[in-house]
């Protein structure tokens, strides 16, 4: 069964562009949540979507979007890059989301760099 | 604010010296605690979850528990290859978004 998989892998960007990353689920998983992983802070939590719809936001700017297609695959859009923004973005799949208590399988991530 | 706390941040153990990592969690209301362990330029691999206090899950030198405020990772007998970051997360009723603790740093020694 396939994992969940993350396009690119890497991305080098410069302040003030913007950036578009994929996720593909797990076939079968409805939920999809994306998180930033940075030294500094860790693992937070961006937003969740469920059956194309945004379920879930944590604390972040309104330059981070996503949307949810109805295949499941997820993209995320962050705008007017900031040299803050560089870190490791990760998605994760899951059957229930977060409601269900079910956990959440990760890709591998976009390692993103702005310069 | 929720708040998952790891310790220790790093740990250095010889290979087959058993030892535990800690979990502790601020807010009742728990619905899940999830435990990943990630390698270098990977995503977090899925463990463990434990719903109630009392609860285990054992996977190969691995074993979780969880009491009402902690969970703990114990590793047994550990080898090279279990050297990784291993992270916590929790969710609550009410506020179903993962937390993640900042993770314990293992490094096991030939």
């Known amino acids: 069964k396939a994992g969940v998989t993350q396009t690119p892998r890497y991305l080098i960007k410069t302040r003030g562009q913007q950036v578009t990353l994929s996720c593909s689920p797990i076939?079968?998983?409805?939920?999809v949540s994306w998180y930033q992983q940075t030294p500094g802070q860790g693992l937070q939590f961006l937003f969740e979507?469920?059956?194309?719809?945004?379920?879930n936001k944590g604390n972040f700017p309104g330059r981070f979007s996503g949307r949810q297609f109805s295949n499941s695959r997820s993209e995320m859009n962050v705008s007017t890059l900031e040299l803050g923004d560089s870190a490791l973005y990760l998605c994760?799949?899951?059957?229930?989301?977060?409601?269900?208590?079910?956990?959440?399988?990760f890709g591998d991530g976009t390692r993103l760099s702005i310069l | 604010e929720d708040q998952v706390t790891q310790s220790p941040e790093a740990l250095r153990l010889q290979e087959g010296e058993s030892s535990s990592l800690n979990c502790s969690y601020t807010?009742?209301?728990?619905?899940?605690l999830f435990w990943y362990r990630q390698d270098p330029g990977k995503g977090p691999e899925f463990l463990f979850t434990?719903?109630?206090a009392g609860e285990e899950k054992e996977k190969e030198r691995l074993k979780a528990t969880l009491t009402k405020k902690e969970s703990f990772l114990h590793i047994t007998a550990p080898k090279p290859e279990d050297s990784a970051t291993y992270l916590c997360?929790?969710?609550?009723?009410?506020?179903?978004?993962?937390?993640f603790g900042t993770g314990t740093r293992l490094t096991i020694i030939p």
């Open positions: 994760a799949s899951s059957l229930t989301g977060t409601t269900g208590g079910q956990p959440q399988h």
């Open positions: 076939s079968g998983h409805r939920s």
């Open positions: 979507y469920f059956s194309e719809t945004q379920r």
């Open positions: 807010v009742s209301g728990l619905r899940g």
């Open positions: 434990l719903y109630s």
């Open positions: 997360a929790v969710q609550y009723f009410g506020n179903e978004k993962l937390t």
